[in-house]
């Protein structure tokens, strides 16, 4: 039986209501009623506006405060970016955990062995600024490094200046850096949430590879509660969306781009395609020359420009350049002469397109998809008919072949003409929001100003401007992780000596634990800031206790919403009694203070704040206060006014979705600033300018009747931290996947122990079984950045230790050029 869309709404907030516990729901439940008769809550009982910080999305959420400690959450309504989901209701139990790191520790054992000592925080900073000072002094201020979670990353340029270093890199090779590289190469734009589909307002959802419970409820909440919206799921396993009225199509791994190449083999030849959007808006008609480059104005004209793309016009029966083109051809094909009086052979984009996507027709995309032809051709008319949108993703770090998927599902909205419209793929409104450090040049001189006006100059810049290590390996890369971990082991192409990881895990989020370990090894100092203990824990020199996101008061825009708007997280409850921990905002700080004392105070850092309750009255203050000036002087808006609604509502909304902008009145961030089909930006980069399907290379695929797949995925429970929790003991799901086909071929039933072998790394772990039509055959699938937990900080019968960690059996495969990972892999299966 399909659920109704109002009923998977409910389904979706099953995971919250299951993990409040009776206690809890009891005080909810009564406070409920008393605000519905009309009480006035008691003042030690009372809901605090802010947003959760347990993962990227940062959803606005209600927090019940009850006598001093947290007591429920809910969302917070009309926010732009509503949610609740297992990770923010967790929240009651990670606030007093007894797993939470308490005070600052030392290591006193060798790496791996997770022996410490407590110390107070004046030792562990002085001999963390110590052992900087001899790091630089040999190896420069390059050679130390920083990976972080999102709810940190806005300081990430910030402390660039402090510690003087480009290598600031985060998890986003292991999430979506080849989505945000093929983003900027099709439609000029950046990382997932600066394009979105309209939810709200579409009629038919295309999700590949997507799964909108990873993240950001309230996209679920959009999607799901659009009664007219027709949502169809390509997946190799079905995930949570699916228990809604929604079609699953599974899919074979590694695949999508010959399913979505295929997808638009039919729109082209059956005509569907919007033609005037096409020829208006994006680079369909530029003429190609045999060496793949575009026609250009310099190869007609002595001294002409390179810059002015050509196109062949119907109107004049001539070549014009591309902007002042009336009516551009798509189909021309034909000789051109060149400057030299060359005669060469030129096509339109369009055509090599639609030569491209031939090759996959569905009969021949089946072959390879595992989806029937007649569903691929069914879906094409209906994605057509319906002007549909296909959700641009978001984890996109998956079979190496990634980009490419990307790119196809781009020109797949381009060609039906459905961007920037209602119901279509929009891009998002900047909420401008002020950067924490800019370079600027004053009167000849250059310096890094602060949001909040502290200036340092150029001079102590150390060495932010040399070349970043991933940038040196992977030129168009967001951020890759794996080059930090060469630069470790190999001193490839420069040694990286120190590392601070704040907030994240990369031994649980990073694809080949075994190389995160190696690298973890070969550090002269490794800092985790944290607030359980991850298994990298056990690796680190020092281990700083970090607050969560219900003690901390700041200022971001909000993500995944059209509308440009802004939210406040604020403090909705102190530190538990015994709990010694710090922002590392303040620990970054106070051990620069010590290492490199110039470099925190140009950075507007006093000695006075090395006092906390200081640090917290006016430094964070003037933080603030510096982000609220800014963006009230660009929005042209009354301070008092904008703080009080911000206050009183948890947001503000600065400017509504406005429709029909890009690429309609304003050029795009692309080369010839159109959407481009055929990539100019790839091209220059030794890419293909166009989208094809090659074979997964990141694993070697399953041959033998026990080889499978084995993907890995998120959910509406994804943390590395709310995973730690009790409630997770009950509701989280630690087995793996496996068809009932492939059950019964190898005997296996529902709940028997498995032993996975990597096919690659031989890497070996047992794990229960859940037999399950909700993952195709020949495929296992398992949650990610969960199980498999091996910390020796943990109880020897910790639940987390169930389970897999499915980065154990994933390569260090990194796309070239691009640098996105990827965490699939593939598994020999023995029953136990």
């Known amino acids: ?208 590879g997507r799964t909108l419970s990873t993240a950001s409820m309230g996209v679920v909440n959009r999607a799901t509660s659009n009664e ?66 575009p026609l250009t104005e310099a190869d007609i004209i002595e001294g002409g420009d390179t810059r002015k793309y050509l196109v062949w016009d119907l109107k004049v029966n001539g070549l014009v350049d591309h902007k002042a083109a009336a009516d551009p051809d798509l189909l021309y094909t034909g000789k051109v002469k060149l400057k030299d009086d060359r005669e060469i052979d030129v096509k339109t ?22 989806v029937d032809a007649r569903t691929i051709r069914r879906i094409a008319r209906e994605f057509a008919l319906y002007r549909g949108v296909a959700d641009d993703t978001w984890y996109t770090a998956k079979n190496g072949n990634d980009y490419d998927n990307v790119r196809a599902i781009l020109i797949l909205n381009t060609l039906i003409g459905n961007i920037d419209k209602p119901g279509g793929l929009c891009y998002a409104e900047s909420a401008r929001f002020p950067s924490i450090i800019t370079v600027r040049t004053i009167e000849g001189k250059r310096y890094a100003e602060t949001v909040y006006d502290a200036r340092m100059p150029e001079e102590l810049f150390g060495d932010v401007g040399a070349p970043r290590v991933d940038r040196v390996k992977y030129r168009l890369t967001p951020s890759t992780f794996d080059a930090i971990l ?99 905002l303040w620990v970054m700080f106070e051990i620069v203070r010590r290492a490199f004392p110039e470099r925190a105070v ?25 982000i609220i000036s800014k963006l009230v002087a660009t929005w042209k808006l009354d301070k008092e006014a904008f703080t009080r609604e911000l206050n009183e509502k948890g947001y503000y909304i ?8 890009r690429p309609y009145k304003t050029a795009l961030g692309t080369p010839s600033g159109k959407i481009e089909i055929y990539s100019l930006t790839a091209l220059a980069n030794k890419l293909d300018p166009l989208p094809d399907y090659s074979p997964p290379p990141a694993y070697t695929l399953p041959k033998a009747p026990n080889e499978f797949y084995l993907v890995n995925g998120k959910g509406p429970l994804t943390s590395v931290h709310a995973s730690l929790m009790e409630p997770m003991k009950y509701v989280g799901d630690r087995s793996i996947w496996m068809n009932p086909r492939d059950a019964e071929r190898l005997g296996i039933r529902d709940g028997d122990l498995i032993e996975l072998e990597g096919i690659d790394t031989r890497a070996k772990a047992v794990a229960r079984v859940k037999v399950t039509n909700r993952v195709r055959e020949g495929v296992l699938f398992v949650y990610s950045q969960m199980w498999g937990r091996r910390s020796k900080l943990l109880p020897q019968n910790h639940f987390a230790r169930e389970g897999i960690n499915p980065h154990w059996f994933s390569k260090d495969y990194v796309v070239p050029i691009v640098g996105g990972g990827a965490s699939n892999s593939s598994v020999r299966v023995r029953k136990l």
Request: glycine share 6%; with cysteine; net charge neutral.
């Open 1 to 208: 039986m399909k659920l109704k869309r109002r009923d998977f709404i409910k389904a979706a907030g099953l995971t919250a209501l299951t993990i409040s516990l009776p206690a809890s729901k009891v005080i909810v439940d009564s406070i409920r009623r008393e605000e519905a008769k009309g009480a006035s809550l008691a003042p030690e009982v009372r809901w605090v506006k802010t947003y959760c910080g347990m993962c990227g999305a940062l959803c606005g959420i209600e927090v019940l405060v009850n006598y001093g400690r947290p007591a429920g959450v809910r969302p917070i309504l009309g926010h732009p970016q509503p949610g609740l989901c297992g990770r923010s209701s967790s929240l009651k139990w990670l606030w007093d955990s007894p797993l939470r790191l308490k005070k600052p520790m030392k290591r006193v054992g060798e790496r791996g062995e997770a022996r410490f000592v407590e110390v107070d925080w004046d030792t562990a900073l002085n001999e963390i600024a110590s052992k900087l000072r001899s790091i630089v002094e040999k190896y420069g201020y390059k050679a130390i490094a920083i990976t972080h979670h999102d709810v940190w990353s806005y300081y990430m340029p910030l402390f660039s200046y402090l510690l003087g270093t480009p290598n600031v890199i985060s998890h986003v090779s292991m999430c979506h850096a080849n989505g945000t590289v093929a983003r900027g190469h099709v439609l000029g734009a950046g990382g997932p949430p600066t394009i979105d589909p309209d939810y709200e307002n579409a009629s038919y959802l295309l999700l590949i």
């Open 228 to 293: 007219k919206l027709r949502i169809v799921v390509v997946d190799p396993r079905m995930p949570e969306v699916g228990f809604g009225n929604v079609e699953w199509v599974p899919i074979i791994p590694g695949t999508d781009a010959a399913f979505v190449l295929s997808l638009i083999h039919v729109i082209i030849e059956e005509g569907l395609y919007d033609a005037e959007f096409l020829k208006r808006y994006t680079n369909a008609p530029f003429l190609i020359k045999p060496d793949e480059s």
């Open 349 to 370: 984009a369009f055509i090599l397109l639609k030569e491209r996507a031939s090759k996959y027709k569905p009969e021949e995309a089946e072959k390879i998809t595992g």
């Open 486 to 584: 060469d630069a470790i082991i190999k001193e490839d192409p420069y040694p990286i000596k120190a590392l601070f990881v704040i907030g994240t895990s990369p031994i649980m989020r990073d694809m080949n634990t075994s190389k995160v370990i190696e690298a973890y090894k070969k550090l002269d100092l490794l800092v985790i800031i944290n607030i359980l203990p991850q298994e990298d824990v056990d690796y680190a020199d020092y281990v700083l206790p970090d607050t969560i996101f219900l003690e901390r008061d700041e200022i971001r825009s909000t993500k995944w919403t059209l509308h440009a708007s802004v939210q406040v997280e604020n403090r909705v409850i102190i530190p538990p009694e015994g709990y010694d921990v710090r922002d590392a």
């Open 602 to 626: 140009a950075l507007g850092w006093s000695s006075e704040y090395a006092n906390y309750k200081k640090y917290e009255e006016e430094f964070l203050h003037k933080l603030n206060e510096g």
């Open 654 to 661: 600065l400017k509504r979705k406005e429709y029909y902008v």
